[in-house]
């Protein structure tokens, strides 16, 4: 797999794959490692999670959800998490 940012027509298969590297590499790490390993594994973990982070940002980003206005009209609304609802009000 490449350092930046996997590259197809479904980024959800990117997703999945760099999700399961990702825990390839915390599996390994939780065994017994030396110290080099250890290094290179977080390292290449770290990267891992922020591809994961920013596949998930984006994906957030694109989410919207339709309600109907009370006049029947649907009317888009950006995705809002439950937490965010729940601090709102």
Known sequence: MTQGAPQSNSQSLDFEATLA???RVVTELDGEIKLDRALELFDRGMKLSTICQ???RSAEQKIEVLKRSADGELIQEPFVEVNEEVSAS
């Open 21 to 23: 590297e990702l825990e």
């Open 54 to 56: 920013t596949f998930l």
